[in-house]
């Protein structure tokens, strides 16, 4: 007959592993909770625009809808929510051309050519983003004011375009440096001239990140705020941002379900450019940007 002895170390080692489970399972049920607040944080503005906005009695609370599509209907058919829609759409367009237009070519002269003072200057246009838009926004001001470019479309295109100039820099100089220099020497040998090999080497092989730059300065420009309600004073050129702000702000009674309605269709425009640019958001790198 055999007799087995439980040794006193086995059953502390029993409990010990008892109460680190126990600890495990309530750490766990903490991560779980604050995780589903988190979620509910961010998913309860979504839902409460999706669904005030084809709710026929739309109110400032998350309720279930009475479905109707006339707050959409009243957005296009009112006398200026469709014009901000269009000057927001102009501002964001012009200035992301502008800012890719003259980014992709000095982005080519900082890839290519060694001249003194490079890095210091690309380090300090890069330095531009650390200072807080409203340190420079009075400045900015006067300085459109004495160019006459105050309340145009033109100073605050010209503007935004600027502001976001640093990172398109950076990005386009980082794919241009992973293009084989050799490419454009054998097109010189073809009989192109410099502009001519530019346009077409370096121009297709850019694509990703001219992809990647123009979804980023869009995305910047289109969500500006503080920019066109310093620069613009005039109704008629506000943007949807600012237009959405006095909606909300200006009357003591609030149409809630045009209000969420604009704010979907706000949503509408970099939705489309994101899943008709996400391939060269994919092929992009930031990481080629601090090369050379």
């Known amino acids: 007959m055999t007799v087995t002895v439980e040794r006193p170390a086995t059953r502390v080692e029993g409990r010990v592993r008892r109460q680190a489970s126990a600890l495990e399972v309530a ?58 829609l269009v000057n927001s759409l102009v501002i964001a367009i012009a200035a992301t051309a502008l800012n890719l237009a003259v980014g992709v070519l000095g982005a080519y002269a900082l890839s290519r050519f060694r ?29 459109m004011v004495e160019m006459s470019l105050d309340n145009s479309y033109l100073g605050l295109i010209l503007v935004e375009a600027a502001v976001a100039l640093p990172v398109t820099l950076w990005l ?77 702000s200006a009357f003591n009674q609030v149409d809630w379900g045009v209000l969420a309605a604009s704010a979907l269709i706000y949503m509408v425009p970099p939705t489309i450019l994101y899943v008709l640019l996400r391939r060269f958001l994919l092929r992009s790198s930031l990481g080629g940007a601090l090369k050379g």
């Open 115 to 143: 001249f003194r003072g490079r890095k210091f200057f690309m380090f300090s246009i890069l330095l531009i983003r650390v200072i807080p838009a409203p340190a420079t926004i009075v400045a900015l001001y006067l300085l």
């Open 27 to 84: 750490q766990r049920a903490i991560q779980y909770l604050l995780l589903t607040l988190l979620a509910l944080f961010c998913v309860v503005p979504f839902a409460w625009v999706l669904l005030s906005a084809v709710d026929a009695d739309a109110g400032p609370t998350v309720q279930a809808p009475a479905f109707s599509l006339a707050n959409f209907a009243r957005f296009f058919t009112a006398a200026d929510t469709p014009r901000l």
């Open 172 to 248: 386009l100089k980082g794919t241009i440096d992973a293009i084989p220099f050799e490419l454009e020497e054998a097109a010189w040998m073809d009989g192109n001239t410099r502009f001519g090999a530019i346009r077409r080497i370096v121009f297709p092989l850019v694509g990703p990140g001219l992809g990647a730059a123009a979804m980023i300065t869009f995305m910047a420009v289109w969500g500006d705020f503080l920019t066109p309600l310093v620069l613009l004073q005039s109704p008629e050129l506000y943007p949807l941002s600012i237009g959405l702000f006095r909606a909300f």
